[in-house]
């Protein structure tokens, strides 16, 4: 084994026995809980050994990145999921390639997906990204869709949203996604912040039964993540390192 090879075996299996821990702890299968490993700003070479390791989903933030790395991968049994924000003008790119994008929060985006899954001949799941620092109640981004630096929709605006994504042709509503936010009520209380998000699927799949997924929890906080219920966690550091530069 190459000494990379190495050093990804022993992070993915520390991360394994977390995720196995905390699904003990809180009475689930382990089963139930997918590792996404987000491989922004790392080399396809390293998506190819975590491939040969076992994993099957794999994540990325950037069109740029992503682009060439998912075509160098194209050979590999992955699902390739996007996590980043996307500006419409490179949905295109991002249909090729992307099984599931997990970054929508504005009808535009929506509307972009559709026309260019259509045209991909593809399905795309779709995860509705939510702002837990858009709270009606907070100051500063409340008020539904109003987006900040790292992307989302309000609480209010998921259900509009749900409903345009169901709506739409060539994807599908898989759930939610959030990132603990760094401000409002929720900051530094990643646990409060997945509960709430929790409760904001349940109220979806009224609605939308077959959006199941829940993607919450980083390599900081993926106990949390699992303990509210997460059916996806989305893991960088603590697999591949700390990144060389910002992602
Ligand atoms: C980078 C990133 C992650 C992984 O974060 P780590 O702290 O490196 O585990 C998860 N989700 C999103 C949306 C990201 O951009």
Redesign the pocket.
């Known amino acids: 084994m190459t000494d990379r090879r190495t050093e990804l075996a022993e992070n993915l299996a520390r991360v394994e026995d977390r995720i196995s821990a905390a699904c003990a702890k809180a009475g689930r299968n382990r089963d139930d809980v997918t590792l996404i490993v987000?491989t922004?700003t790392y080399p396809a070479s390293d998506v190819r050994i975590l491939s040969e390791l076992g994993i099957r989903h794999v994540?990325e933030?950037r069109d740029q990145d992503a682009a060439p790395k998912a075509a160098a991968c194209s050979d590999l049994p992955l699902t390739w999921h996007f996590?980043?924000q996307l500006q419409t003008n490179k949905v295109r790119s991002v249909a090729s390639y992307a099984d599931i994008v997990?970054?929508v929060d504005r009808v535009k985006l929506v509307t972009a997906l559709s026309k260019e899954a259509v045209r991909a001949g593809r399905e795309l799941d779709c995860l509705i990204q939510v702002a837990l620092d858009a709270e009606s109640g907070d100051a500063g981004r409340a008020g539904g869709s109003q987006r900040g630096d790292r992307g989302g929709v309000g609480p209010d605006g998921v259900a509009a949203l749900a409903d345009a994504v169901a709506a739409a042709e060539g994807l599908r509503l898989g759930g939610l996604?959030t990132?603990a936010p760094l401000a409002g009520q929720y900051a530094g209380r990643p646990r409060a912040a997945f509960d709430r998000l929790a409760e904001i699927a349940s109220g979806l799949r009224a609605g939308h039964p077959a959006a199941k997924m829940v993607s919450a929890g980083?390599?900081?906080d993926l106990e949390d993540a699992v303990a509210a219920g997460a059916t996806h966690v989305?893991?960088?550091?603590?697999v591949l390192g700390v990144?060389p530069r910002l992602?």
């Open positions: 987000v922004k994540a933030n996590v980043g997990q970054s996604m990132v980083m390599s900081s989305r893991v960088g550091t603590a990144r992602g």
